[in-house]
């Protein structure tokens, strides 16, 4: 039992011996442990200042990856190298604890001391960005350094006096405008902590009650077994907020069932990485990027959370529409282990596993911070696991969870990193405001010119780099210009936020599809394209953004209604006319209605918009929708009523 329990705690390595192996990987058990009681102490009493928390922090995790990547090396030189790259991370946070009244009373102002941390510091930073995002934030880092040290060369008004290492060291060591700025904040306070309640629900077997609530709900209904795999993946994805680890979660059990029942592997694997992807944007635990949002913006996360909700929803709608319209057109067996009795089963020996999801919401709802609601979440969770035997967790499953969501973090906290580089280089130089000039003048003033740039930047950053870095970055960069064009702050910020995580199923870096790919056994980028299709939602909800805010739940009630009213209906037409089924197969033109149907019912205006033109269009919308959905269920009835008379 107990070789079993370390055997949980063994990193992974075909290069390491045996007991260099061991060693590290309880070094690693040891910090990620360590780092998660120090995230817990921090989020439930406070009280440590932001600039020794989040250095502490960062300190800690880059350390541990320090001896995560190591691992890779086949050379003892190489891994001896990065070996002494962990030592060099352990130095900064506590050098700035140990003299954090001194950088006060100099109001941090950096001495030579301070500039080898500093150099120790982005040496560091540098390694962890290549080896846990890749080459893109290295030039972007990499550019931005030599634009704040060489900028006096540059004539005009994108040159600058120019900023030497004790600037630098200044700005983004000794002060919250760097490496240790809100978005390390966020890796700190929200990141980690949600990544530990998920892990720590997994643990306990949360996980598969949203499986078996999704199979007793979808699973008798034909092609089931998709249903619940598109439900059950975004139900589990709104704990890890990953769709990459929500694939190899729930991918591993739903993509042979779908396969099972008829759903080819190609099929199978885009409707497991499509589902898996609703993680990021369904609350109550979205993606990083999601809290990152939260603090540029300025408001708390729950209304965050609660005006993504409605966008979520349109995306699972639209997913489960296009499944059980697939399922018809392969005409697919029911799951006939599943149903109402797997439901009630479940929710009558498993239901208490919930509690700890119920807690969290139930908090935030009554005005608890997210850090406080998931503290106790996680509280909850370890409260509830010893009820029954099988879900009953050890000290060994406790570190092993630390353990995993360190791992996961490692990209996040890079990323952070990178881009806490970068926006503090951007704002000490000014250049931020200059490119957000720059992109208006690019549009020409036009809000939906700027829109289409802001969507193919957001997509081109979302391929190269995580999620939380695109959206920082674009964050800095993009948003001001179309809030000054008129654009609602939360918008514009949730505008970008989906077109950085449409990355995920979209080639040709489509790590979720990959992932969905890996284990269905059909061709990657072929996955990725029908995945695209299957959430197409994701590109085209974010324009709603813009004409009818209503669906973020912003504006008066009536806008809210009349945009959720015209949301559903043009998302129905048009996953519908994308399908290219319903009852039977449908001829191109029909298919074109429904497309055409949609884009009138989500014409580009507010949603209460009374002039003649917009009415007349979106009543035509409504009228084209209704008549050829009526006309496919009663043709569908007529043909059924005359096969049982003849």
């Not at 979660?249 to 042979?256: K, M, N, R, V």
């Not at 797997?342 to 919401?361: A, E």
């Not at 908090?363 to 879900?391: F, R």
Request: proline share 3%; glycine share 10%; aromatic share 10%.
């Amino acid at each position: 039992m107990l070789k079993t329990n370390l055997q949980s705690l063994r990193l992974e390595s075909t290069f390491a011996g045996g007991k260099e192996l061991a060693l590290v990987s309880i070094l690693f058990s040891v910090i990620a442990a360590t780092v998660a009681g120090f995230v817990l102490y921090g989020a439930y009493y406070g009280g440590i200042t932001a600039l020794l928390l989040r250095s502490s922090f960062f300190s800690l995790v880059a350390a541990a990856a320090m001896l995560f990547y190591a691992l890779r090396y086949k050379s003892v030189a190489g891994r001896a190298v990065f070996y002494l790259f962990a030592l060099a991370a352990l130095v900064p946070g506590p050098y700035l604890w140990h003299y954090y009244l001194d950088i006060v009373m100099r109001g941090a102002m950096s001495i030579g001391q301070d500039k080898w941390i500093f150099i120790a510091l982005i040496a560091v930073v540098f390694v962890f960005v290549r080896m846990a995002v890749g080459w893109a934030l290295i030039t972007l880092m990499a550019l931005a350094f030599l634009y704040a040290y060489f900028g006096y060369l540059i004539p005009g008004k994108y040159g600058h006096g120019g900023y030497d290492l004790s600037r630098l060291t200044s700005t983004l060591m000794l002060s919250t405008e760097g490496v240790y700025g809100v978005p390390m904040g966020v890796a700190v306070e929200y990141i980690f902590l949600f990544g530990l309640f998920g892990a720590i629900l997994t643990k306990i077997g949360t996980g598969e009650v949203f499986v078996d609530i999704a199979r007793g709900l979808t699973g008798r209904v034909q092609g089931g077994p998709g249903l619940s795999a598109a439900l059950s993946s975004a139900l589990l994805g709104s704990l890890n907020g990953s769709a990459v680890a929500n694939v190899v979660t729930t991918g591993t059990f739903t993509i042979p069932l779908m396969k099972r029942v008829g759903y080819s592997a190609k099929l199978a694997g885009a409707i497991e990485a499509a589902a898996s992807s609703a993680g990021q944007i369904m609350p109550p635990v979205m993606g990083a990027a999601a809290f990152l949002m939260a603090e540029m913006i300025g408001i708390p996360y729950a209304e965050v959370a609660l005006a993504a909700l409605v966008p979520a929803l349109l995306y699972i709608f639209a997913l489960m529409i296009s499944v059980r319209l697939e399922a018809g057109r392969l005409n697919l067996a029911r799951d006939t282990e599943a149903g109402l009795q797997l439901l009630v089963r479940t929710l009558r020996t498993k239901s208490y596993l919930l509690l700890p999801l119920v807690v969290l919401i139930g908090l935030m709802i009554s005005g608890k911070s997210p850090t406080q609601a998931a503290v106790m979440g996680i509280l909850a969770g370890l409260l509830v696991c010893p009820w029954k035997k099988e879900t009953r967790i050890n000290v060994f499953d406790l570190i092993s969870a630390c353990k995993e969501t360190l791992s996961s973090t490692l990209p996040i906290v890079a990323a952070v990193g990178a881009a806490g580089v970068i926006i503090g280089i951007l704002n000490l130089t000014g250049m931020g405001l200059m490119l957000s000039g720059l992109i208006i003048e690019l549009g020409d003033g036009n809000l939906w010119a700027v829109l289409l740039l802001t969507a193919l930047a957001s997509f081109v950053l979302g391929m190269g780099l995580p999620t939380s870095a695109a959206y920082l970055l674009l964050a800095v960069l993009v948003a001001p210009a179309m809030t000054q064009l008129g654009m609602e702050t939360l918008s514009a910020h949730m505008f970008i936020f989906y077109f950085g995580l449409v990355s995920a199923i979209t080639p040709p870096v489509a790590l979720a599809a990959y992932a969905a790919a890996t284990i269905s056994g059909a061709d990657a980028n072929e996955t990725a394209v029908e995945s695209m299709r299957l959430g197409f939602v994701k590109l085209l909800v974010p324009f709603l953004f813009v004409t009818m805010p209503g669906v973020l739940l912003i504006g008066t009630t009536t806008s809210v209604v009349a945009a959720i009213c015209f949301a559903t209906l043009a998302t129905a037409s048009m996953s519908i006319g994308f399908s290219g089924w319903l009852r039977e197969n449908l001829p191109w033109a029909t298919r074109l209605l429904y497309v055409v149907a949609a884009i009138l019912i989500a014409w580009p205006a507010a949603a209460t918009d009374t002039s003649l033109f917009v009415v007349s269009a979106r009543v035509l919308g409504v009228v084209v929708f209704a008549v050829l959905f009526v006309k496919a269920i009663m043709g569908t009835k007529a043909d059924t009523f005359n096969r049982v008379k003849a």
